[in-house]
């Protein structure tokens, strides 16, 4: 399957702790999203690349938040310091630069924050 | 403020019947619209754009969308739903190329 994928798919972590999840793109998308997605709400938008550059962070939720796309190829979203509130759906998504931003997600990881 | 509204949570309809999903949008400029639908532990799938063009806009599975600048709404239609189109629909509006804007969601039951 050739598809976007998340790993891990659930997280289970208890408050204070620092949490690392992966996104592996397309291959032949150059463009990553990382979005939240919380019960009975539709995506929330967090950051973007294009190739390993970084476009739009400003929407990251807290300086606690990071993400890197070191090669231009897989992706890591961090959190750190984790609270309850951060227990969500995270959703990562690529695109490629012809494909005027239509996305192609994966299956999110579930974070638990306990 | 830049913003998308599905102002149903809910939409019940008859299999064989037509259906809409409504949205409407507050943003700046000239954005892309999309449709996206997601399934039961299944990730969101693409439906359908508007880009530019026609304000028509024919997608995945039979469904169409209709943009309406005057009305800042691009509502998600089909002629005639299936039990199987039952799931969670989403509008997304992207009014800078960077950024992405999602609806609620509008939870579509189709009953046999």
């Known amino acids: 399957d050739t598809g976007v994928s998340q790993n891990p798919r659930h997280k289970i972590t208890k408050r204070g702790q620092n949490v690392t999840f992966r996104c592996d793109p397309i291959?032949?998308?150059?463009?990553l999203y990382w979005y939240r997605q919380t019960l009975g709400q539709g995506p929330e938008f967090l950051t973007y690349f294009q190739n390993e550059a970084q476009l739009e962070k400003s929407r990251l939720l807290s300086d606690r938040f990071s993400a890197e796309r070191p090669k231009g190829s897989f992706s890591t979203l961090e959190i750190q310091r984790t609270e309850q509130g951060d227990s969500a759906m995270y959703l990562c998504?690529?695109?490629?630069?012809?494909?005027?931003?239509?996305?192609?997600f994966g299956p999110g990881t579930r974070l638990t924050v306990t | 403020a830049q913003s998308v509204a599905q102002p149903e949570d809910q939409v019940n309809v008859a299999e064989g019947n037509p259906l809409t999903v409504k949205c409407t949008y507050s943003v700046s400029g000239n954005p892309y619209l999309f449709w996206y639908v997601q399934y039961p532990n299944r990730g969101l799938q693409f439906l359908l754009k508007y880009i530019t063009g026609d304000n028509l806009v024919k997608g995945s599975y039979g469904f169409e969308a209709e943009f309406n600048k005057s009305q800042t709404s691009f509502h998600l239609k089909k002629p005639s739903a299936l039990v199987s189109d039952s799931a969670l629909y989403f509008c997304?509006?992207?009014?800078?190329?960077?950024?992405?804007?999602f609806g609620a969601g509008t939870r579509l039951t189709v009953k046999p």
């Open positions: 997304a509006v992207s009014p800078l190329r960077n950024d992405m804007r």
């Open positions: 998504a690529s695109s490629s630069e012809a494909g005027q931003r239509t996305e192609y």
């Open positions: 291959s032949e998308h150059n463009r």
